[in-house]
């Protein structure tokens, strides 16, 4: 038997409350790894282009991956995987915390939910035991309160995933919530709406068991040599957060200031990750295995946001709810930050969403009676708080905002699609192609939209390096020279990374790929695996998630594209100057190392050489 997996999957049918458990053959593990692999082919396999993510018929697939539950550094993660309603594409989500952790104790790779409950319920996995249980009593609160409701009821070891009023009311940037307070979130593309959907407001999950691994002292030791390594190498993580990064990305003019219209911006001091530390942090937060400890946990002990405290904010929620709207007061930002936990939205979408609409207020497209009477002036932070209100309830200016801004800018009309943000209707993080230019090409092609976390070209301009793939130095983050192959690769890892669930932080702890097979000999017992035939699953998945959406989602070349401000509005500041990342250039090579038809479609050779060509034939 296979270390690293349980083994079993449970499949829910919440229209029957059938509940079922499903193994999959080893050759398929190996092929899709786990979690992000996995999942895709799940949702490959039982949604299509007829798929309503918002319908009984949306499959919701969490799923572990090997390592999650195991001594492997930074792994106890786990995915969630959906046709998003946000962009109707493929949709999935990373997550730490200790919820995968606890799935796995109870003796669970993962839990695939479909159908709709007639009315709000909850699922509790035990033990190994699952029951769908009456949740009516949960309907309507915040996450954080849910989480202390089924803390009581069914103990302190109880760990949730859960939604909050915006998942409930369908909100299309609904995120799904994990661990009450330390709040961990699946934020991207709406997954939350399809949780809300399925009338299913949580999962709690109680594990005590061991997850078994191929060979434990040998893992043990293996780990000897990476840990000092990783841990020498995060200390900046350690000390300052992800937030440590915004003042460095201001100076290099990555992060989004103003609706990403212009660049320097002093203030950022007033909201980096220095200031946190000296002000409002408690400790540091480690998700499951986790030698690093990136997390913030804050409190407000006075002030108008006395008694905000928990999970504080990272770097993306720094630079959107932020700089992107010029708000430079933390705490304001903190308390933002806890109400999207709270109401369950997702603090990207959500502070690009208002920044979208500050832009069009400032220009006249939108004026007070549209917002309520909020002043939505550029750095005002009760506004934007006001905002993340009305978006989380859906209430007001705050229920067009919801949806999304490439939605909200068509319903508004007129010039406003100018001033939206995204990539197949996912808002931007807050990276800038403009400075770090393989990100151009990264969003582009990422397959859930503008996401940094899949593209991952950025972090080799940052300084990671992986020698095996000849990165031995940081990447020139303002020439567009090699990028297609940069990003080819790093797209390939980011899959490899989300599958074997490990968190993208290790890159910064120079963890190589042939680390990574070490661990996975350890770990599963497959002692013939080579750096090889992790890339060629990497880059298999990636191909898997491409093939969803353009065969059942209509996505080709036409959607690999940028907002026009990324493409043609020069930041001017000093760390990008006149720069423009040159798309089209990045992107011929990309498609050519991809081994793509010009017009973005996997070739049929292509296909092949990944195995994909089975790929009608189903899992199970
Ligand atoms: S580095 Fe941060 S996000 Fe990654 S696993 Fe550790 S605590 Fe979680």
Redesign the pocket.
Known sequence: MLGGYTGKVLNIDLTTGNIEIEKYPDRMLRKYLGASGIAAKILYDRTDENTDPLGPENHLIYMTGPFTGTRVP?S??HEITAKSPLTGIFGEGDV?GTWGVNLKRAGYDGIIIHGKAEKPVYILVEEGQVSILDGEHLWGLDTIEVDEKLKETHGPKTVTSCIGPAGEKQVLIASIMHDGKDARAVGRAGLGAVMGSKNLKAIAVIGSGKVDVADEEGLKECLKKSLPKIIAN?QS?KQLGTAGGAVMAEKWGDIPVKNWSRGDWESIKNISGEKMAKTILKKR???GS?P????RDIEIKEGPYKGVSGAGPEYETIGLLGSNCMVDDLEAIAYANELCNRLGIDSISTGSAIAFAMELYERGIIDERDTDGVKLDWGNGEAMIEMVKKIGSKEGIGELLGKGVKRASEEIGGIAPEFAVHVKGLELPAHDPRAMSSLAVGYATSNRGACHLHAGGFYFEKGVTMPELGYTEMQDRLSSEGKGQLTFHSQNIMCILDSLKL?K?LLFGKVTLTEIVEWIKYTIGWDDFTVEELLMAGERIFNLQRLYNVEYCSISRKDDVLPPRILSQPRLDRGTGDYLPPLGKMLYEYYQIRGWTMEGIPSEEKIKELDLDDRHVPLI
């Open positions: 930074s106890g993660r730490g995060t993580l937060y480690f998700c986790c690093i400890g990136c997390g968190c932080m």
